[in-house]
């Protein structure tokens, strides 16, 4: 469904076009192309799953821009956006899963995240190392069910890979206590 503005993008920028502008014009015209495919009576659910293919593509593509290819970090969609799900007005919930210290990447991190702000994607995003992952999804509820729901966007698989072993039931919340928990979080609301 949005191919079309993805393969442009990808010229524009290979003509040498100003990066920032040409991320701003095609995120305003998959918006556009989405609410008209929502006029025309396509599906909520297969728009909801388009806006977070086009939003992959945008972040792995941004990702690659800042991040070294080499660099022991990962781009991790988490959340909503983490079940491949984004809808309108969503923000675009992140991890950027590093190795080691976040503060030593600071100087890729920092300017990719202005730049998806400056291009228009309202990131929710957090930077932590596997170490900070596993100790915050161990006491609280909310960060584990991020983490199961993540998925990768971009960067180091095999850390990735680490995570989602480290954060699986037999490591920090066994099933049926996990399910205890959300059922206790449910009646709380």
């Known amino acids: 469904m949005t191919d079309t503005l993805l393969e442009n993008l990808d010229r524009r920028l290979a003509l040498g076009e100003p990066a920032l502008s040409v991320y701003k014009q095609t995120l305003r015209e998959a918006k556009q ?4 495919r929502f006029e025309q009576g396509i599906s ?16 792995q593509r941004a990702w690659s821009r800042f991040v070294p290819e080499d660099t022991e970090a990962s781009l ?3 959340g909503g956006y983490g079940r491949g799900e984004l809808h309108p007005a969503s923000d675009v919930d992140v991890l950027i899963l590093t190795a080691g210290d976040p503060q030593a990447l600071a100087e890729h991190i920092e300017p990719l995240v202005m730049f998806l702000w ?3 994607l309202e990131i929710g ?7 900070q992952c ?10 584990i069910t991020n983490l199961i729901e993540s ?13 989602t072993e480290a954060t699986g039931p037999k490591h920090i919340w066994p099933s049926k206590e ?4 959300k059922v206790q979080e449910q009646i709380a609301r």
Not at 125 to 131: A, F, M, P, Y
Not at 178 to 181: D, G, M, P, Q
């Open 76 to 78: 991790v969609a988490v």
């Open 118 to 120: 400056d291009i228009g």
């Open 44 to 59: 909520a659910k297969l728009l909801v799953r388009a806006a977070a293919s086009f939003t992959d593509a945008i972040m």
């Open 125 to 131: 995003h957090s930077v932590r190392s596997l170490d």
């Open 134 to 143: 596993l100790e915050e999804a161990a006491g609280d509820l909310t960060v």
């Open 178 to 181: 996990y399910f205890s928990a």
């Open 151 to 163: 998925r990768l966007l971009a960067g180091d698989g095999p850390l990735f890979d680490r995570l």
């Open 33 to 36: 192309l989405l609410g008209e």
